[in-house]
């Protein structure tokens, strides 16, 4: 396969509600949805979900468009393309920019699968046809508010529930919620918010019977996170600091965590996060996949990904809705007791909304490799 055509769409689509973090607060998701179009004039698309200040990882999104537009793309076009994981190999000189490199790595596998004439889900050898997942909640002003938040969405059907918290905003709120429902599949996420000081704060969570803590100290720490679950029982989940299967094995080696959160576009894509994922089965660790506020699209690979055997854990996927009034995608996914379904069509198995990609977008840029 060769790539002959690119363009990025440069979509905002407003937040059903501002979504808080220990980073910020967003309310609108602004991200590129990448289309490439082979030498048959098949199409597949990707999602580049870089942020648009480097507060999670190092790329903003026009920085990750940047490097697409002219160091990978201008590479791509030099190959053949026989399998999917020739992108990661093609890529892999270049430090970094994996969430560039994923919206590429995304893009193909559709194509791929489009070209075999099967489903994302067959590509990657999936057999289930639904998937639990679970909803993230933002950081919210008061307990009460956050109770009434859980509450609804319990009564939606989610089965597990994560929390973000940061300091001033963590214990009180989580032993609210704890008190209110005792039996919950609950987790807090600290999005690095937290120093080694708070350790006394981080034990008392600790007896909230929590599935588990994700990412409580910095982004590229292993060491103190190490020494951390060495002192508590409920698992520590690493997020930002895995881009990479030589990351996972490094906090495996390390002891840093019982747990991942695997998120597509944070490991440059596919190819990397089956090899994590592999490598997390054989060697006890829990992995599942996280979300980025993905549109359509970019929701499409997450389900297929989380279809996988190798996860046992919901998911940070969550129905459409969740997130947005208005999606790309001409069917919203929806929850069903507890469960999203796979798609089971050609490639990703969605179809674009060409009106709401029209109305939402905010800047095409045309890509022609010859």
Known sequence: MRIQHAKLYKVALPLVEPFRTSYGILDTKTFFLLELT???????????????????????????????E??????????????????????????GNEMAKAAIDSACYDLFAKRRG??????????????????????????????????????EGYTRVKIKIKPHADLSFLQKVREEFPDLLLMADANSAYTTEQIPLLKQIDQLNLA????????RDFVN?????KQI??????????RSLEDAIQAYELQSAKAINLKIARVGGLTEAILIA????????????????????????????????????????????????????????ELNNGEIEVPQGLGIGVELDQKNLQRFTIEERDIVLD
């Open 118 to 155: 099967v489903s994302l889900a067959e590509l990657l050898k999936t057999k289930q046809k639904k998937i639990p997942v679970g909803v993230s909640i933002g950081i919210q002003n008061s307990e009460e508010e956050l109770i009434s938040s859980v509450r609804n969405y319990v009564a």
């Open 70 to 95: 002219f160091l990978l793309l201008p590479e791509l076009k030099k190959v053949l393309l026989k399998e999917p994981k020739d992108v990661r190999t093609l890529f892999s000189w270049v430090k």
């Open 225 to 229: 996170h190490a020494r951390l679950q």
């Open 233 to 242: 029982h409920t698992p520590i989940c690493l997020d930002e600091n895995i």
């Open 38 to 68: 082979d030498e048959l004039g098949t199409v597949g698309y990707g999602e580049l979900d870089a942020f648009l200040v480097p507060d999670y990882t190092e790329e903003t999104l026009d920085t990750a468009a940047h490097i697409i």
């Open 212 to 219: 588990m803590i994700e990412q409580p100290f910095s982004v």
């Open 278 to 333: 592999q490598f997390c089965e054989q060697v006890g660790m829990l992995v599942w996949c996280g979300g980025m506020l993905e549109a359509g699209i970019g929701r499409a690979f997450n389900i297929a990904l989380a279809a996988r055997s190798e996860f046992h854990f919901p998911g940070d996927i969550s129905a459409t809705k969740r997130y947005f009034k208005h999606d790309i995608i001409k069917k919203d996914f």
